[in-house]
């Protein structure tokens, strides 16, 4: 009989990110590469081309996911009473970074498939949709890499599987990626700069840091749930 997915975990995720700030460190990380990738694509356009410019954006994207599986293998860790700590989830993610690596380029390579298809027929529902898709079945794919130390090809197969294993609790493990990760951010930044008039700078800035945040606390839902799922399928 299969049983209702644990949701406490996205009500406990908040304390144990306060009681455990480190694991926001990573994220924070990620965000602040990414904006310095961004800015030299912004400068040197002409230089690099859009293309090349695209590419650093690509590869931003891709480490923001390797800091992301950092902070997912610490929350792991504290999820399960362990001495989770930044340093130790570092050296662990560095020793499975192959696997991590190429998860991520999987997963953005699909998710851009998807926005393209979206942005082509021009309908901001088609590209909700379809990111939703896109999340749902790869949603596991970077704890496969990084708490089940799946290679990168195997680690897809492992979070279709995983997906098949608790369609539930990974739906709403979804929305909440979309939701958290990429309209929450938006949606308050765009809030706080028009009635604050900050600047495009600190937009950004701001952007990225909500963005971390809401990694840092999606970590724990990420880790429980993959750990819940891997294990009985």
Do not use: C
Not at 42 to 51: D, E, F, R, V
Not at 97 to 117: E, P, R, S
Not at 118 to 127: C, E
Request: aromatic residues 16%; hydrophobic residues 60%.
């Amino acid at each position: 009989m299969r049983r209702f997915p644990d949701l406490s975990i996205y009500a406990r995720a908040f304390p144990l990110l306060a009681r455990n700030p480190s694991v926001f460190v990573a994220p924070l990380l990620g965000a602040v590469v990414a904006i310095l990738l961004d800015q030299i694509g912004i400068y040197a356009t002409s230089q690099i081309g859009s293309l090349g410019t695209q590419l650093l954006t690509w590869v931003a994207e891709i480490f923001y996911f390797y800091a992301f599986a950092v902070a997912i293998i610490q929350a792991d860790a504290i999820e399960r009473r362990l001495k989770g700590t930044f340093d130790s989830a570092w050296e662990d993610a560095r020793r499975k970074a192959g696997g991590i690596i190429v998860a991520a380029i999987g997963f953005w390579f699909l998710y851009y498939i998807a926005l393209d298809i979206g942005v082509l027929f021009r309908s901001a529902a088609l590209v909700f949709a379809l990111e939703l898709v896109v999340a749902f079945f790869l949603i596991y794919v970077i704890p496969a890499a990084a708490i089940g130390g799946l290679p990168g090809q195997f680690a897809i197969a492992g979070s279709i599987r995983a997906v098949r294993g608790e369609v539930v609790g990974t739906a709403i493990l979804a929305v909440a990626f979309v939701v958290f990760f990429e309209f929450l951010p938006l949606y308050v930044t765009a809030l706080i700069a028009q009635r604050a008039l900050l600047s495009e700078v600190e937009s950004r800035l701001l952007l990225a840091f909500l963005q971390a945040l809401a990694l840092g606390y999606l970590a724990f839902p990420f880790a429980k749930q993959y750990a819940d799922v891997a294990y009985r399928v």
